[in-house]
C-alpha cells in the first residue's frame, strides 16, 4: 500500500498544531474518534492521547508532532484509519489551508453558444476613459526540476518494521531548533543503505524541496576504491539546486551549501561514509531539513556533535528465512531446520542470505541442506556466495580490515586465531603488543580495541568482553592464519591458553579452593589473569568464556601441550560443578585423560578419572562411570593416595545410588567416610554423610536421613562451604516435606532456593532442583496452580542442562 498522502504529513501536522487548546472544540472530538479508528490497529497510539493542553509550548508541540507522525504511518497500511484522518482534514484544515468547498460567491461573465475570443478583450458593461493594453512579461527561465536522487528500492524489503519504527522516534525526538542527523551503522551486508532508503521514501511528503544522494565510498582514485572528496559531492549537490557557479575552495562551497539549503524541507542522504571528518562539510545548516549516513563506522565524532544513531543488527531468524525463500520456495517449508541454519550461516545479513537466496533460485534442484553443509565447509558464507565470480562480503571485509590503523589490523588477525567467541579486554591487551606478556600495553590496546569496536567488527557485549560477528570470525581466522607468521601465530596461542590457565586457577580459589592440586601454581611469568572480583563473577567469568575455556583444552591437545590440556580441564572444575554442559564435560576430561598419562602425570590421570566419571555418571552412563571409578581406585591404592581412594569409592558409591543398588552404595560410602576421617578430611567426611542421607531418603529412612544431611550440613557451614552447604540444606527441606513437617521443608527450600539463584551458591541445576521439589511439595498440600508454576520453572531450566530431566518434568505436568 502506498504511504498516506492525501493531504501530506505538513499538512496533518499544521490541523493538529492549529487545534487550539480547548478539549472540548469539534476539532479535538472529531480527532478522538479518528485516533480511535487507528487504535484498532496499533494499540499503542492511545498513549499519545489525549495530547496536553496545558504544558509549555514545546512540550505540548512535541507530542502533538509525535501524534501526527503515528498516525501519518498508520495510514500508510491501514485504510480505516487513512480514510477517518481524510475526512478529518476535510472538516478541520487548519489555517495553512483553506477548506475544499465551492468557490465565493461573486459576479460571473459567460459566454455562451459558439463565440471565441481572440486577442486582448475586455468585458464590461460602460467603459469611462482610455484603455491601453500592455504586452505580456516574458517568460521566467524554467526552473531545475526538484531534485529526487535516492536510489530506487528494492522490490522485496522484509523484516525491518521495528528499525523503522526506531529510526520514527529518533526523528521525532529531536529538538525543533536542531539540524537532525541521524547516523545508520552496523557490519558490511547488514542493509544500512537499503533501510534508509526505504525509510526517506516512506518520508518523502516531508521533504517537498527534494532528496539528495551521495555514495561517500564510491568515488575511484587511481584505480583504487576510496573514499568520496566532500568538495565533489558539495559541487553536485550545488549543481543540482541550481548553483550559477561553484566556488573552488572546500570552505566556501560548504557556506554556499548551507545558504542554499537554509530553509528548505530537504532530505540527504550520505551513503557508506568512512568518516566524521569526511561527512560534517556535507550537513546541513537548517532544522528543517534531515540529514542521513550510512556507516560500517559508528562514526563517534558525529555522535559527539549531537547525530543519533541507530545501530543496524542482522534480520530476525524469521524475516531471513522468509527472505532465503524469495529464491528457495517450497524448499524452504519442506527443509525448515536447514533454512535455519543456512540463515545462521549467513549471519543473518541481508546480503549474504539474499545471495543465498539466489543460489537457491539459479540452481532448483539443489536441496537447502545440501546449501547448508556448502556454507558450513571452508570459510562459509565469506567465501562462498558470490556476484559475478566475486566474493562480495570477503571484499567488503577486506576493505573494513584496510582501513584500520596498524594495531587494529594486528589485534584482528591474532583475535582470528583464537578458538574463542568470546574476548575478554585483559587479554586483548596482551595480545596487542605480540602476545609476549605484560609491559606497556595501554596505549596500543586501546587503540585497537576502539578502532575495531567503531569498523563494527567487534562488537562489546560486557563491561571488558567483546565478540565478533559470527562472519567476520572466519574472515579474521584466514587473515591471521595468511599474514602472521608461525612464531607469531605460536605465541598469540600460547598467551591465550596461558591466560585462560591464570584466571581459570584465580576462578577455583574463588569458587572452590580445596579442590586445588599442591604443587601445581603457575609460573609466576605467565600471563596475567583477568581481574574477579569474588565468586559470583569468578562464576559468571566461567560461563562467559566456557566455548573459549574449551578451545583451549581442545588446542591444547591437538599441539601437545599435555600439561596445559589436563591442567586447565582440573581448573575449571567448578564450570563442570555449576553449570553441568554435559557433552563438554565428557569432552574435556577424555582429553585431559589422555594429556596427563601422556605427560607421566598419575595425580593428573587420577584426577582426570574422578572428575571424567561424575560427567559420565550425570549423563546416565552408568558402567562407563563405573568402570573409569575403578580405574581411579586402582591408581590410588597403589600409591597410597587415602584422599583419591575415598573419592573413587564415593563415586563407585553414587552410581550404585543412581542405579538403585542401596546396600552396595551405604557400603561405599561408609567405607569412604571411614577413610577420610582417618586423614582429618573433614570437609569429605561431611561430603559422605550428604551421600549417607540421600542413600537413607532412597530408602524412605528418613529419620536417618534427616540426622545425617543435619551433621552433614553444621561441619560446611563452619568450613565455610557456601555451595555444598546449600545443597545439604535443600535436601534436607525436601525430606522434611516429605517427613510431613511441609512448613519447615518449604521454608528450608526456599532459603536454598534463593542462595542457588545468586552469589557463592549459585548453581542452575540445583535452582531446578529446588524448584522441582517445591512443586512436589504444593502437590502434596493441594495446591495445583503452584505445583504447575514451579514444574514449568524447572522445566525451563533443565531443557539447558538436561533434556532426561525435563522429559521426567513434561510427563508430571500431563498428567491430571
Avoid at 485516533?35 to 514545546?58: F, G, H, I, K, Y
Avoid at 584426577?607 to 580405574?631: C, F, H, K, V
Wanted: glycine content about 10%; charged content about 25%; some cysteine.
Amino acid at each position: 500500500m502506498r504511504a498516506f498522502s492525501s493531504n501530506g504529513l505538513e499538512a496533518l501536522l499544521s490541523a493538529i498544531a492549529g487545534c487550539g487548546t480547548d478539549p472540548e472544540s469539534p476539532s479535538w472530538r472529531d480527532l478522538a474518534r479518528v485516533v480511535d479508528t487507528a487504535a484498532r490497529a496499533d494499540p499503542a497510539v492511545t498513549r499519545l492521547w489525549p495530547p496536553p493542553t496545558t504544558s509549555e509550548q514545546p512540550v505540548r508541540a512535541t507530542v502533538r508532532r509525535q501524534l501526527a507522525l503515528e498516525l501519518h504511518a498508520l495510514a500508510s497500511h491501514d485504510t480505516a484509519t487513512r480514510d477517518a484522518l481524510a475526512e478529518w482534514l476535510h472538516r478541520h484544515p487548519g489555517p495553512a489551508r483553506t477548506p475544499p468547498g465551492p468557490a465565493p460567491a461573486g459576479t460571473a461573465n459567460v459566454i455562451s453558444g459558439d463565440s471565441v475570443v481572440h486577442g486582448p478583450s475586455v468585458q464590461a458593461r460602460d467603459i469611462s476613459g482610455g484603455i491601453h493594453f500592455h504586452s505580456a512579461s516574458p517568460a521566467p527561465p524554467s526552473r531545475l526540476p526538484v531534485p529526487r536522487q535516492l536510489p530506487p528500492v528494492t522490490a522485496r524489503f522484509i523484516g525491518r518494521e521495528a528499525d523503522r519504527r526506531a529510526l520514527d522516534v529518533l526523528r521525532a525526538g529531536r529538538p525543533a531548533h536542531w539540524a537532525h542527523v541521524l547516523v545508520v551503522s552496523g557490519l558490511a551486508g547488514v542493509g544500512k543503505t537499503t533501510l534508509a532508503t526505504h525509510w526517506l521514501y516512506e518520508h518523502a511528503d516531508s521533504f517537498p524541496d527534494g532528496q539528495l544522494y551521495a555514495d561517500l565510498g564510491g568515488q575511484t582514485t587511481g584505480g583504487e576504491q576510496g573514499p568520496a572528496s566532500p568538495a565533489v559531492v558539495l559541487e553536485a549537490f550545488l549543481v543540482a539546486l541550481g548553483a550559477s557557479s561553484v566556488p573552488a575552495g572546500i570552505a566556501q562551497r560548504s557556506a554556499l551549501w548551507r545558504s542554499m539549503t537554509s530553509g528548505l524541507r530537504l532530505a540527504v542522504l550520505l551513503d557508506s561514509a568512512f568518516t566524521a571528518a569526511q561527512v560534517r562539510p556535507l550537513l546541513l545548516g537548517t532544522p528543517t531539513g534531515l540529514t542521513v549516513v550510512t556507516s560500517r563506522s559508528n562514526l563517534t565524532g558525529l555522535r559527539v556533535d549531537g547525530a543519533s544513531v541507530h545501530r543496524l543488527e542482522g534480520l530476525p531468524t524469521e524475516s531471513a528465512v522468509e527472505l532465503l525463500a524469495v529464491g528457495a520456495g517450497t524448499r524452504v517449508a519442506r527443509e525448515p531446520a536447514a533454512a535455519r541454519e543456512v540463515v545462521r550461516l549467513c549471519g543473518r545479513l541481508p546480503l549474504t542470505v539474499a545471495l543465498a537466496s539466489a543460489q537457491l533460485a539459479l540452481r532448483p534442484h539443489h536441496s537447502v541442506s545440501a546449501l547448508a553443509d556448502s556454507l558450513a565447509r571452508g570459510q562459509g558464507a565469506v567465501d562462498t556466495l558470490r556476484v559475478d565470480g566475486e566474493a562480495v562480503m570477503r571484499t567488503a571485509l577486506d576493505l573494513s580490515y584496510e582501513i584500520l590503523p596498524d594495531e587494529g589490523r594486528a589485534l584482528y588477525r591474532r583475535m582470528g586465531l583464537l578458538p574463542a567467541d568470546r574476548h575478554d579486554l585483559s587479554l586483548l591487551t596482551v595480545l596487542a603488543v605480540d602476545g609476549e606478556g605484560p609491559h606497556d600495553t595501554g596505549p596500543a590496546a586501546d587503540i585497537a580495541v576502539h578502532a575495531l569496536v567503531e569498523a563494527n567488527l567487534l562488537e562489546e557485549t560486557g563491561p571488558t568482553t567483546y565478540r565478533f560477528h559470527d562472519l567476520v570470525q572466519p574472515h579474521a581466522r584466514r587473515l591471521g592464519e595468511e599474514l602472521e607468521d608461525p612464531g607469531r601465530h605460536e605465541r598469540t596461542l600460547r598467551c591465550f591458553v596461558d591466560w585462560c590457565l591464570a584466571t581459570a586457577a584465580s576462578a577455583e580459589s574463588l569458587l572452590t579452593p580445596s579442590h586445588r592440586l599442591p604443587g601445581h601454581d603457575l609460573p609466576a611469568a605467565t600471563v596475567p589473569p583477568a581481574p574477579l572480583d569474588g565468586p559470583e563473577e569468578a562464576l559468571a567469568w566461567l560461563d562467559t568464556y566456557r566455548n573459549g575455556l574449551m578451545g583451549a583444552v581442545r588446542h591444547s591437545a591437538r599441539v601437545g601441550w599435555y600439561s596445559s590440556c589436563w591442567r586447565l580441564t582440573d581448573r575449571i572444575w567448578t564450570l563442570f560443578l555449576r553449570l553441568r554442559p554435559s557433552d563438554m564435560w565428557i569432552e574435556a576430561h577424555r582429553l585431559g585423560l589422555d594429556a596427563a598419562r601422556r605427560s607421566g602425570s598419575r595425580q593428573g590421570e587420577g584426577r582426570m578419572l574422578t572428575s571424567g566419571a561424575i560427567g559420565l555418571r550425570n549423563a546416565g552412563r552408568y558402567p562407563e562411570a563405573a568402570d573409569w571409578y575403578r580405574q581411579a581406585l586402582e591408581m590410588a591404592t597403589a600409591d597410597g593416595d587415602v584422599r583419591q581412594q575415598a573419592q573413587a569409592l564415593s563415586g563407585l558409591g553414587h552410581v550404585g545410588l543412581l542405579t538403585h543398588r542401596l546396600d552396595d552404595a551405604r557400603e561405599h560410602f561408609e567405607h569412604a567416610l571411614r577413610l577420610r576421617e582417618s586423614i582429618g578430611y573433614r570437609r569429605g567426611a561431611a561430603l559422605s554423610r550428604r551421600r549417607l542421607g540421600e542413600t537413607a531418603l532412597a530408602g524412605d529412612d528418613l529419620a536417618t536421613a534427616a540426622e545425617q544431611l543435619r551433621r552433614a550440613g553444621t561441619e560446611l557451614d563452619s568450613l565455610g562451604e557456601t555451595y555444598e552447604a546449600t545443597r545439604v540444606l535443600a535436601l534436607l527441606g525436601h525430606v522434611l516435606d516429605r517427613g510431613g513437617d511441609g512448613t519447615g521443608g518449604v521454608r528450608l527450600l526456599r532459603e536454598s532456593l534463593t542462595r542457588f539463584r545468586a552469589g557463592d551458591a549459585r548453581s542452575e541445576h540445583w535452582e531446578a532442583r529446588c524448584l522441582e521439589w517445591l512443586g512436589q511439595a504444593a502437590e502434596s498440600r493441594g495446591d495445583h496452580a503452584e505445583s504447575i508454576r514451579h514444574y514449568q520453572a524447572s522445566r525451563d531450566l533443565f531443557r539447558r542442562l538436561s533434556p532426561d530431566d525435563a522429559q521426567r518434568l513434561d510427563d508430571r505436568l500431563r498428567r491430571p
